[in-house]
């Protein structure tokens, strides 16, 4: 099983629809979890950080965590072509407080047409 | 503040040769890392440095080798280049008990 999971698409939406991204994780003790969007040839971009269990809303992006199924999903609202993008979800690893590693999942691609 | 920055930005080597890919950052962070990326994949951590004179090794270190003699400094070197580790390599870095890494552009590196 891989430590952090996502569906690599890619996941077609239509321009103005909700588009949503999964993600699940193996280690219970994750404690903090981010959503990158990566756009082709370029870096990643963090959009959103969660760390309670819940939504955390920010514009047209919702990220929603839930550590006892442990599974982190990001929504995106009102889907523009601009959101074609890779997303990659990010998990830091147990135990590593005091050296800020993550593990990415492979990402999703999204595309969002016109 | 330019973030972090990475040179250069491509690259083509030979089987055999080696080369050092830079890496600086300006906002003080303690922690640097890197990463490659292979088409369609993930990030693979290869190396990271918790500050200056520390560092230690990732998921896939096999063939590279850094250095931290600095806070803003993290040069990754590449000995033996071989096809294997064509990819594009990322640093990053962040601060000490924060999680969230900013990215440099990138390096594309191809060897043949």
């Known amino acids: 099983q891989k430590e952090v999971e996502q569906n690599s698409g890619p996941l077609s939406v239509p321009e103005g629809a909700i588009a949503s991204l999964n993600c699940t994780y193996s280690?219970?003790?994750?404690?903090?979890f981010f959503w990158y969007r990566q756009y082709s040839g370029k870096s990643p971009e963090l959009i959103m950080s969660i760390y309670s269990n819940g939504d955390k809303e920010d514009g047209r992006f919702t990220a929603q965590l839930n550590k006892a199924s442990q599974y982190v999903s990001l929504l995106i609202r009102d889907s523009q072509p601009s959101d074609s993008a890779t997303y990659l979800c990010?998990?830091?690893?147990?135990?590593?407080?005091?050296?800020?590693?993550?593990?990415f999942g492979q990402g999703t691609t999204l595309q969002v047409k016109p | 503040n330019a973030g972090v920055t990475q040179t250069p930005k491509f690259r083509i080597l030979k089987i055999g040769q080696s080369m050092t890919l830079q890496c600086t950052q300006d906002?003080?962070?303690?922690?640097m890392y890197w990463y490659r990326q292979d088409p369609g994949m993930g990030l693979k951590l290869i190396y990271y440095?918790?500050?200056?004179?520390?560092?230690d090794k990732g998921e896939v270190p096999n063939g590279y080798n850094v250095s931290r003699s600095t806070t803003e400094d993290f040069p990754l070197r590449l000995e033996l280049a071989a096809p294997s580790q064509t990819s594009v390599y990322f640093c990053?870095?962040?601060?000490?008990?924060?999680?969230?890494?900013?990215f440099g552009a990138g390096t594309r590196l191809s060897v043949l």
């Open positions: 280690d219970r003790v994750s404690q903090s």
């Open positions: 906002m003080n962070h303690n922690y």
């Open positions: 990053a870095s962040s601060r000490q008990g924060e999680n969230i890494q900013y």
């Open positions: 440095s918790v500050g200056a004179g520390i560092t």
């Open positions: 990010a998990v830091n690893r147990a135990g590593s407080s005091n050296t800020g590693k993550l593990i």
